[in-house]
């Protein structure tokens, strides 16, 4: 897996898309900045513990993982697979409800793991086809 990992840096199409995770992970990060300028209508201070810090470690996460993806490294295509994992799809799956205010956030949480699953997927099928 790591070779087919590491020789698939070349591939033309595996940056490209590497880059766009690097966009999306800034992204990321931008949401967790706004949330702890309490920007997005609610008072930061006011929300669960384990959401603020959540914020910190997701945005620490999301600017280190943004850049090691720009630069098409091992490192960052190994911390995006398993910080996903770890870091959000393991928690939105199996502590949901700690993250679950109004009815509708259950949808949301479903709607990011699914689209982290998806980003996850592209990426090792490109990784895995190298053409």
């Given at each position: 897996?790591?070779?087919?990992?590491?020789?698939?840096?070349?591939?033309?199409?595996?940056?490209?898309?590497?880059?766009?995770?690097?966009?999306?992970?800034?992204?990321?990060?931008?949401?967790?900045?706004?949330?702890?300028?309490?920007?997005?209508?609610?008072?930061?201070?006011?929300?669960?513990?384990?959401?603020?810090?959540?914020?910190?470690?997701?945005?620490?996460?999301d600017?280190?993982?943004?850049?090691?993806?720009?630069?098409?490294?091992?490192?960052?295509?190994?911390?995006?697979?398993?910080?996903?994992?770890?870091?959000?799809?393991?928690p939105?799956?199996?502590?949901?409800?700690?993250?679950?205010?109004?009815?509708?956030?259950?949808?949301?949480?479903?709607?990011?793991?699914g689209?982290?699953?998806?980003?996850?997927?592209?990426?090792?099928?490109?990784?895995?086809?190298?053409?």
């Amino acid at each position: 897996m790591f070779k087919g990992l590491q020789s698939s840096f070349p591939q033309y199409w595996t940056g490209m898309y590497l880059r766009f995770l690097s966009i999306c992970l800034l992204y990321g990060a931008l949401v967790h900045c706004s949330n702890i300028l309490s920007l997005g209508g609610v008072s930061w201070l006011e929300t669960p513990l384990h959401w603020r810090v959540m914020d910190i470690i997701l945005l620490i996460f999301d600017i280190i993982t943004a850049i090691s993806l720009w630069w098409q490294s091992f490192f960052g295509i190994m911390a995006f697979l398993v910080g996903m994992i770890l870091l959000q799809i393991i928690p939105y799956t199996l502590f949901a409800q700690s993250f679950i205010i109004k009815p509708e956030d259950i949808e949301t949480l479903r709607g990011l793991v699914g689209t982290e699953l998806l980003l996850m997927t592209i990426l090792i099928i490109l990784i895995v086809a190298k053409k």
